[in-house]
């Protein structure tokens, strides 16, 4: 009877002891800057799967948290992308600002369809998000004389970030700018996963019945997420289209959504990096495989999948974690010098 | 059936209720006392659940109204009524497999006399796995989990539908003891659907007895205890005290 451990916190002080900050994501975040150094001719393709990053966490926020399914994401990346593209090419460069802009009508837009999003769940979802997807794609191709359709939106014109910093041919800028972007947001996504709603989502995930019996309001928490989640995609497809000085179809395309679901599944959804390294990992392995065959690089990733929803059913992360969480690396831990541990 | 003049915590009038189409309850009518408790009793399929599942807010509900210490819930969405004093157990525990102990408790916790503290007091089985998952418990752990996030929010009254279902003797001994614990020292208002009629008597005041979507039989638990007619004729069960 008397084992009761010591230090019973309370909710609030008991979630915000999960947010303290490990020396595994320090390095991490540390070794997001090693491009700069030791690849300075990939940075182009750097700030590529820093903006991807993002886009994913985007959809780790509402799969991985809130157990959405959507097949349909690129809808919001595509919007936010055209959004700053239309607003650049009328006559407003400034990057900021129009960031800004386009994750508040991403936001918008997802809040809008959160009305429909928040009364399904599982199959339902898939088919309402994937049609939502083509609705956007054909709505952006018939349009023409505003997105430039099947040609793509030309002339966006990007000012100096800051009135400084020139988005150069290098990636040198863009990468910076995309690494800070996802940063701040990947902040404002771990604040809000830590918090009591983060945790009434997780709950809503594993069983939206029993969160109503004991008090929560679930469809009001899908629909905040979703539209936060929205944003979140929208800013990615902004900075996409601020770096690339550019806009195609391509950026509402299935494809891009359902890439992104492989790469969350691949890193692991619900663990908040799951999707920053299935980015990492899928753009990587699609510029080297796409390098030796370009025509059949798709047969690698469909072994890769395979392979991790076989093995390590819940993403590498996910694998990872087990394996740092079993006896025997404990064990071995232990014999290591204290600096060498970590903390996690 | 209770006897004070005070307003009732939770009053059920002529509640016709059940699931799209199909009609579970007809005409129930209860009234349940602030720190009352209530065993209901009847074979399986009588509509017990449904019962706890109606004053919850989840079945299709035809007729009649429930008050809520006099106020009129009957329109009001399950998370309102939740926020507003019930609790309740299901029969399948769904505890959150995937959160830890601590975590299914924080999600649920509201400010009030049940926290963290308190609840680790009673069940200290919990307490010592914390920071376990929900599903590396055994079921009478996940059963005293499932009872211990439904008193985080506090409620002024517990529906628990057979909590003591599919357990080994000693966790039934142990729950039972917690659920004496809740009803008898702490004044929670339980009401409570048990097989082990006998426990179920002997934890409550008052009992009614269900038959197909009906009550058949109201009487004080501990006078029906004694009443082995009525028991072998609704329920079917000799008891086993």
């Known amino acids: ?344 | 059936m209770v006897s004070s003049l005070a307003e009732p915590l939770l009053a059920l009038r002529n509640i016709r209720a059940g699931y799209g189409e199909a009609v579970v309850l007809d005409n129930i009518s209860l009234e349940l006392a602030d720190r009352g408790s209530l065993a209901v009793l009847g074979r399986n399929g009588v509509g017990k659940s449904t019962l706890l599942l109606t004053i919850m807010g989840f079945t299709t509900l035809r007729r009649g109204n429930i008050l809520w210490q006099g106020r009129d819930i009957t329109a009001l969405a399950p998370h309102r009524r939740a926020r507003a004093g019930i609790g309740w157990v299901a029969q399948e525990r769904e505890i959150f497999a995937n959160l830890t102990v601590e975590e299914n408790l924080t999600v649920a916790a509201r400010p009030g006399r049940w926290d963290k503290r308190a609840i680790f007091e009673l069940f200290p089985r919990i307490g010592e796995r914390r920071a376990n998952k929900g599903n590396q418990l055994s079921g009478g752990e996940q059963q005293m989990l499932a009872m211990a996030r439904a008193l985080m929010t506090n409620p002024a009254l517990l529906l628990l539908d057979e909590p003591l279902e599919g357990l080994a003797p000693i966790i039934v001994e142990e729950l039972a003891g917690a659920l004496k614990r809740m009803i008898r020292d702490e004044g929670t208002a339980v009401i409570l659907i048990e097989q082990h009629a006998g426990i179920a008597l002997s934890l409550t005041e008052d009992a009614v007895l269900l038959e197909r979507g009906a009550i058949v039989h109201r009487a004080k638990s501990a006078d029906l205890m004694k009443d082995a007619a009525t028991l072998d004729r609704y329920i079917g069960m000799k008891i086993k005290a």
């Open chain 1, 1 to 344: 009877m008397a084992s009761v451990a010591p230090a019973i916190s309370g909710p609030h002080q008991y979630l915000q002891a999960q947010t303290r900050w490990s020396r595994v994501e320090i390095a991490f975040w540390l070794a997001t800057l090693l491009p700069f150094v030791v690849a300075p001719n990939y940075l182009v393709l750097a700030s590529q799967v820093a903006i991807t990053a993002l886009f994913a966490l985007s959809l780790d926020l509402i799969l991985g948290y809130a157990g959405i399914v959507s097949l349909g994401h690129a809808a919001f990346f595509g919007f936010g992308a055209y959004t700053a593209g239309i607003i650049s090419k009328y006559g407003w460069g400034e990057p900021l600002s129009g960031l800004l802009i386009s994750g508040i009508a991403a936001g918008l837009l997802g809040y809008l369809m959160s009305f429909v999003i928040a009364r399904f769940r599982h199959l339902a979802l898939i088919m309402i998000t994937l049609g939502f997807g083509f609705l956007l794609l054909e709505a952006a191709n018939s349009a023409s004389w505003l997105t430039g359709g099947a040609d793509g939106l030309q002339g966006v014109r990007m000012w100096p970030l800051l009135g400084i910093f020139k988005f150069d041919l290098w990636g040198v800028t863009s990468y910076w700018y995309s690494l800070i972007v996802l940063f701040l947001l990947f902040l404002v996504s771990r604040r809000l996963i830590h918090s009591p709603f983060g945790l009434s989502l997780r709950g809503i995930r594993e069983n939206i019945v029993r969160m109503r019996a004991i008090g929560a309001e679930s469809r009001a928490h899908l629909q905040k997420v979703y539209t936060i989640s929205a944003a979140m995609a929208g800013i990615a497809g902004a900075v996409l289209t601020q770096t690339t000085e550019t806009v195609s179809l391509g950026v509402l395309d299935f494809q891009r959504s359902a890439d992104l679901l492989v790469m969350l599944i691949l890193g692991g959804a619900g663990r908040l990096y799951g999707g920053i390294v299935g980015a990492i990992l899928y753009m990587v392995a699609r510029d080297q495989f796409s390098g030796i065959n370009p025509q059949y690089w798709y047969f690698p990733i469909g072994v890769l999948l395979i392979a991790v929803v076989l093995f390590l059913p819940n993403g590498i992360l996910g694998g990872l974690a087990k394996i740092t969480a079993s006896e025997r690396l404990q064990k071995w831990m232990r014999t290591l010098p204290p600096w060498l541990r970590g903390a996690s």
